[in-house]
């Protein structure tokens, strides 16, 4: 079926923008008792800074050539902004191989000829690095302050750490209340530390907040939510939510999304106002009862 376009003026004469990819959608969206976000770049900016740059044996400028080498061919906002703030700091650049993207959870490359991991401290074991207690011990402190850590390690030893900050979206906690008093859960999921995600989440006011989650989680938790006969809405941005955005009832791309995401969605948000997802619901509703 044909893709719709509804663009409606808002109450206060704001004009908003929302595509509904096919007529089903509407039915879909009628039902919806559920909406989950994804955090990073949904209910968050997704433009983080980097706030800390603790380096673990070697200078502060080594830690951030090596990051800002393994991060420069990464798309994820995290990459963006550790590639950037190296380069504001004056770090040198370096040859740089072998680039591979671990969705969810880090990236990797050789750098010089030695091999560079940067991402979530799981990653880094896995790839064989060793966590000392300092580690460990710095990642909990920043972590409780809301940043999100990217780790890194060159051969196989941690050089330091990253602390990243990113804000909320100034309409997501008027979202989120206005869901609840509609009588609509709200779900969190995100990629992040726990930490970080309760950090945020609480301030939101976010009914139910999981973290630590790599993307076959996400679409997971939306399929055990839809299991208790929930009608689940997605709400997300990154290449990593498509799946759970195809997962859900009904999938809803906030704009500035990748096209992977928007292709998996019935709902595209194309203002990028997160606050167009009550406008999505409201239409769902009215335009149900029409057809019906
Ligand atoms: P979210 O669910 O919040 O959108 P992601 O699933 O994209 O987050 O990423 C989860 C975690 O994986 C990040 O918090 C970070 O620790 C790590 N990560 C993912 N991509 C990268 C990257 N390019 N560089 C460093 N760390 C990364
Ligand atoms: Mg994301």
Redesign the pocket.
């Known amino acids: 079926s044909t893709p719709m376009l509804a663009n409606i003026a808002g109450g206060k004469g704001i004009s908003i923008g929302l595509l509904v990819k096919a007529s089903e959608v509407f039915h879909a969206l009628s039902e919806v008792d559920t909406v989950v976000f ?4 949904t209910l968050t900016h997704g433009r983080p800074t980097v706030m800390d740059a603790v380096p673990f044996g070697v200078d502060r400028l080594e830690l951030l050539a090596l990051a800002g080498a393994v ?1 420069a061919s ?1 798309e ?1 906002p ?2 963006q902004a550790i590639s950037f703030y190296a380069q504001r700091e004056g770090a040198a650049s370096r040859i740089v191989g072998d680039f591979r ?1 671990t969705p ?4 990797t490359a050789t750098v010089d000829g030695m091999e560079v991991v ?3 401290p799981s990653f880094l074991e896995e790839r064989g690095a060793r966590l000392p207690d300092e580690v460990r011990a710095e990642v909990d402190r920043l972590a409780a302050e809301g940043r ?1 850590v ?1 780790l890194v390690a060159g051969g196989g030893e941690v050089v330091g750490l990253i602390g990243l900050q990113d804000q909320p979206r100034h309409t997501a906690g008027s979202l989120i209340t206005k869901l609840r008093q509609r009588g609509i859960r709200t779900v969190m999921l ?3 530390s726990l930490a970080v995600a309760e950090a945020i989440g609480r301030r939101l006011g976010v009914d139910d907040i999981r973290a630590e989650l790599l993307p076959p989680d996400k679409v997971a938790a939306i399929e055990a939510l839809q299991r208790e006969g929930r009608k689940v809405a997605m709400v997300g941005d ?1 290449v ?1 939510d498509a799946p759970a955005l195809a997962q859900a009832d009904v999938g809803i791309a906030v704009g500035a999304g990748t096209d992977v995401a928007i292709e998996s969605a019935g709902v595209i948000l194309i203002g990028d106002h997160l606050e167009d997802v009550l406008h999505a619901l409201t239409l769902g509703k009215a335009s149900y009862r029409t057809l019906t």
């Not at 994804?38 to 770049?41: A, L």
């Not at 969810?104 to 990236?107: E, H, M, R, T």
């Open positions: 994804d955090k990073t770049g991060e990464s994820h995290l990459a993207s969810g959870k880090g990236v940067a991402g979530r999100t990217v995100t990629g992040d990154g990593n």
